[in-house]
């Protein structure tokens, strides 16, 4: 009787110990993450690794894509590209099983590094939402159930990106928030679009319209959240400007030039907005990064212009917790700038030479940056340049990392491998 006692108290405690550990456990519901800026206030993260030191599970995935794992409490979710079909997978954080796979239609094709999987999955928790490179946009409940489906190259025309399609969905609260940006392959305009979740019906969509040339209307970002006092906004960059919208029309209510000061005719953007403490980080193609005050009107390109730096990257979205402000560029060349002045803290400190498309992440006092060799480099949050580890996973990577549960997930063209201790 006593060892029975024993056993069930033991088992008690396991059970608290565990919805403890998973009740303080960040989700990562989008591609940048639970704040929308690639910043995670998870703790005890791992600094080494190999493809075999500190890995939990790895699961066998079919080739590479630059959508990042989503994850909401046990359910992890990756856009899939297999042999020129699209999917959508869930699969268990804890054993790293597939649960299931759902069809996302055909016509996946490669475009210079990427494919049509790049948007990155977004969830709320209930329902999981992802768009394909080929337009598809679908619903899933958890189970796998299809909720409902459009195909918005059918409804409102081809995409015109000279490298395709690749912007992520923004979720927030009852709807999604889509852009299409483009112009290299299409005289038609771009447009801004905002989906009802549940229903999947178009509840706005807006024409956005630049001045820019050739390739730079085309844009690969992903819009961002605004909120400033009780108004919300959505951030748009590409087409050589940056643009905020109401949340509740999509109306143009704000704009700032200035990302193509050169007219370049190839200036297409890839590196998404960032939003923190009243700045919009706007980058563009290497220069110039642009830094706004929030709460504008009108034209803003000068009025709102706080500070502005040459040393952006082109691919790699930065990241920052408001004091500082960290810069990877494709070469591996990182820069870290007051986030407020964008004076230089340091500049031109070179992590492992190597092309660098996936973006930083900013935990535990730690900034994780992966190559498309799949090394991730550890640096030391702060003022001081310092290389904590070099981590190796000895495969094609072009996805960002994603954090939960005192882990790192990441998706090289083999596997995906959660990285933390057992």
Not at 265 to 282: G, K, Q
Request: proline share 6%; hydrophobic share 35%.
């Amino acid at each position: 009787m006593k060892q029975t006692t024993f056993i069930l108290l033991v088992g008690i405690f396991l059970s608290i110990g565990f919805w403890e550990r998973n009740a303080s456990a960040e989700n990562w519901p989008q591609w940048r993450g639970p704040a929308l800026n690639g910043v995670s206030n998870e703790t005890n993260l791992p600094v080494k690794w190999t493809t075999d030191e500190n890995v939990v599970w790895k699961v066998a995935l079919p080739g590479v894509s630059g959508s990042t794992p989503i994850i909401w409490r046990n359910h992890i979710f990756l856009n899939v590209a297999e042999e020129g079909n699209l999917f959508l997978w869930a699969v268990d954080k804890t054993k790293g099983a597939v649960l299931w796979k759902k069809p996302l239609g055909g016509g996946d094709e490669k475009k210079r590094k990427h494919n049509m999987s790049s948007p990155s999955p977004v969830t709320d928790g209930r329902a999981v939402y992802v768009m394909t490179g080929t337009g598809v946009l679908k619903a899933f409940d958890f189970s796998g159930k299809e909720l409902w489906a459009r195909d918005i190259q059918k409804e409102y025309g081809k995409f015109g990106l000279n490298w395709g399609y690749a912007s992520s969905p923004l979720l927030f609260e009852d709807s999604l928030y889509i852009q299409v940006l483009h112009g290299m392959t299409t005289d038609d305009p771009s447009y801004v679009m905002r989906v009802d979740k549940k229903s999947g019906k178009t509840l706005w969509k807006v024409d956005r319209p630049t001045n820019a040339i050739r390739e730079s209307p085309d844009s690969y970002t992903t819009p961002a959240l605004l909120r400033n006092g009780k108004t919300t906004e959505i951030v748009i960059t590409g087409g050589d400007c940056v643009t905020g919208h109401d949340i509740a029309t999509g109306k143009e209510l704000w704009r700032a030039n200035g990302l193509n000061p050169q007219n370049n005719e190839f200036y297409r953007i890839v590196a998404s907005p960032i939003i923190f403490n009243d700045i919009i980080y706007a980058p563009t193609r290497v220069k110039p990064l642009l830094a706004l005050k929030v709460g504008g009107r009108g034209d803003i390109t000068t009025s709102h212009l706080l500070w502005s730096t040459a040393n952006g990257p082109d691919v790699p979205t930065p990241v920052t917790d408001g004091k500082y402000f960290y810069i990877v560029n494709d070469r591996g060349i990182m820069w870290c700038l007051d986030a407020k002045t964008g004076a230089e803290i340091y500049g031109n400190q070179r992590i492992k030479p190597a092309i660098y498309s996936g973006s930083p992440v900013l935990a535990d006092g730690k900034i994780y940056v992966t190559n498309e060799e799949g090394l991730t480099t550890v640096v030391k949050a702060g003022p001081t340049f310092e290389v904590l580890a070099e981590n190796p996973l000895n495969d094609y990577v072009l996805s960002s990392p994603a954090i939960s549960d005192g882990r790192i997930f990441i998706r090289t063209s083999h596997h995906l491998y959660a990285i933390g201790s057992k």
